[in-house]
């Protein structure tokens, strides 16, 4: 089973950028979907962008397409998120997940049962 393991939260200001960074380990990385999600205060978990297997496929929530591009390097066992133009609204504990089906992460309602999940890296945007 993988495990997932994000790095690279802070705090910054609006405006600024910042990646972040899921290592994975105990799996065949390339024959998962990777996904990024996130949860704010109060709020439900919410899909932000996901990359298929070879990395050729790219989804993204409405709210980050053109700022956010989602990453992969199968060498390495690892999906990036760049950060571009950063809101206060995009203030949020983020996670990364694994999943053998495109669908699943993509297409996530908050029912799916995904294959793995990282303890998550808080990201603080002030204004």
């Known amino acids: 089973q993988v495990q997932l393991a994000e790095s690279g939260g802070g705090l910054v200001q609006a405006g600024s950028s910042l990646t972040l960074s899921c290592a994975a380990s105990?799996?065949?990385?390339?024959?998962?979907?990777m996904g990024w999600f996130r949860q704010a205060p109060e709020k439900e978990r919410e899909f932000v962008a996901a990359i298929s297997w070879g990395g050729d496929g790219r989804y993204y929530e409405d709210s980050v397409r053109g700022r956010f591009t989602i990453s992969r390097d199968n060498a390495n066992d690892t999906v990036f998120l760049q950060m571009n133009s950063l809101k206060p609204e995009d203030t949020a504990v983020y996670y990364c997940a694994a999943s053998t089906s495109l669908l699943d992460v993509a297409g996530w309602t908050g029912s799916e049962a995904l294959d793995a999940w990282g303890q998550g890296t808080l990201v603080t945007v002030s204004s």
């Open positions: 105990g799996g065949t990385f390339s024959s998962y979907v």
